[in-house]
């Protein structure tokens, strides 16, 4: 992602004449901070049941249908947590990784585990279930915002390293 | 839309292929579809021809490996690929094809293996 922006290659050596103790901890910081504007589209994207669902059910196969009330919550994860709408909104993290010699880092967007069918079974769908995907579209209308900021954020993190 | 092109091309590889969801009638192995994006840029300088599409292909099986193999097949039928996609009228000519990312995943409710494909697909209609 780091080599489509111009100015990349000379900001990452000027953080790895920092060290790679500051200059990994910089280039983090700056991956991070570039990834904060994906990260609220997302949680604002990802999908949210209601407290209350209301339309015609019926108790069972053969037994007649009609208008109720529905309340699904609260829910629990397959730990028992209790689960409440916004579940898996309020469970997206960013997660980030150095490579050995801390001169790169990537970050990972996602949900926690608790909240996987948010990815598994909504994002990708099931074979009985048309997928909604909400992540991926998000990620794609939000990359050149990203590698944008991720220049700006590289810039002042490296004139603070620098300080 | 670049879909009955894919769909075309698709069921040539050997197995029932659906849009979206395998239908309550069929039973895994098949195929399932989908247009995740399929737009032409817009630039005001003059009309671009080419459009581009990110396609999804999911393989079911209730074999693993028969599901990767469902992938393989799949890959394979668009490895040096270029040119018409699916032997329509109009044409859709496929450009430029590049796979984007590959996973598998365990259904545990049905026991279905699942190898998830996505291509980039830069093609051209008419």
Same mark, same amino acid.
């Given at each position: 992602?780091?080599?489509?922006?111009?100015?990349?290659?000379?900001?990452?050596?000027?953080?790895?004449?920092?060290?790679?103790?500051?200059?990994?901890?910089?280039?983090?910081?700056?991956?991070?901070?570039?990834?904060?504007?994906?990260?609220?589209?997302?949680?604002?994207?990802?999908?949210?049941?209601?407290?209350?669902?209301?339309?015609?059910? @019926?108790?069972? #196969?053969?037994? &007649?249908?009609?208008?109720? +009330?529905? *309340?699904?919550?609260?829910?629990? /994860?397959?730990?028992?947590?209790?689960?409440?709408?916004?579940?898996?909104?309020?469970?997206?993290?960013?997660?980030?990784?150095?490579?050995?010699?801390?001169?790169?880092?990537?970050?990972?967007?996602?949900?926690?585990?608790?909240?996987?069918?948010?990815?598994?079974?909504?994002?990708?769908?099931? @074979?009985?279930? #048309?997928?909604? &995907?909400?992540?991926?579209? +998000?990620? *794609?209308?939000?990359?050149?915002? /990203?590698?944008?900021?991720?220049?700006?954020?590289?810039?002042?993190?490296?004139?603070?390293?620098?300080? | 839309?670049?879909?009955?092109?894919?769909?075309?091309?698709?069921?040539?590889?050997?197995?029932?292929?659906?849009?979206?969801?395998?239908?309550?009638?069929?039973?895994?192995?098949?195929?399932?579809?989908?247009?995740?994006?399929?737009?032409?840029?817009?630039?005001?300088?003059?009309?671009?021809?080419?459009?581009?599409?990110?396609?999804?292909?999911?393989?079911?099986?209730?074999?693993?490996?028969?599901?990767?193999?469902?992938?393989?097949?799949?890959?394979?039928?668009?490895?040096?690929?270029?040119?018409?996609?699916?032997?329509?009228?109009?044409?859709?000519?496929?450009?430029?094809?590049?796979?984007?990312?590959?996973?598998?995943?365990?259904?545990?409710?049905?026991?279905?293996?699942?190898?998830?494909?996505?291509?980039?697909?830069?093609?051209?209609?008419?």
């Amino acid at each position: 992602m780091a080599s489509e922006l111009k100015g990349v290659a000379e900001l990452s050596a000027k953080l790895r004449k920092l060290g790679p103790a500051i200059g990994g901890k910089a280039l983090r910081s700056a991956a991070f901070k570039a990834t904060t504007p994906a990260l609220q589209a997302a949680r604002a994207a990802a999908p949210a049941g209601r407290d209350e669902y209301s339309g015609e059910y @019926s108790d069972g #196969p053969g037994k &007649p249908r009609r208008v109720r +009330t529905v *309340r699904p919550y609260p829910g629990k /994860t397959y730990k028992g947590r209790l689960k409440m709408p916004g579940y898996a909104s309020r469970n997206l993290r960013r997660v980030s990784y150095f490579s050995p010699d801390r001169t790169a880092v990537s970050v990972h967007l996602g949900v926690r585990r608790e909240a996987f069918y948010a990815l598994s079974f909504v994002e990708f769908g099931t @074979s009985r279930t #048309p997928p909604r &995907p909400w992540l991926e579209p +998000t990620w *794609r209308a939000l990359q050149s915002t /990203t590698l944008a900021r991720l220049a700006e954020m590289l810039r002042r993190e490296v004139e603070k390293a620098a300080r | 839309m670049i879909v009955d092109a894919f769909y075309a091309r698709l069921s040539m590889v050997g197995y029932n292929a659906f849009p979206h969801v395998i239908p309550q009638e069929f039973d895994a192995p098949a195929i399932t579809y989908r247009v995740d994006q399929d737009n032409a840029p817009t630039e005001y300088d003059g009309t671009r021809t080419l459009k581009e599409a990110l396609v999804t292909v999911d393989c079911w099986s209730t074999s693993y490996l028969e599901a990767q193999q469902m992938a393989d097949a799949v890959e394979s039928s668009f490895v040096d690929y270029s040119g018409d996609l699916g032997g329509l009228s109009p044409a859709v000519s496929a450009n430029y094809i590049r796979k984007e990312r590959r996973f598998d995943l365990l259904e545990q409710a049905t026991g279905l293996y699942r190898v998830s494909l996505q291509l980039f697909i830069a093609y051209t209609r008419g």
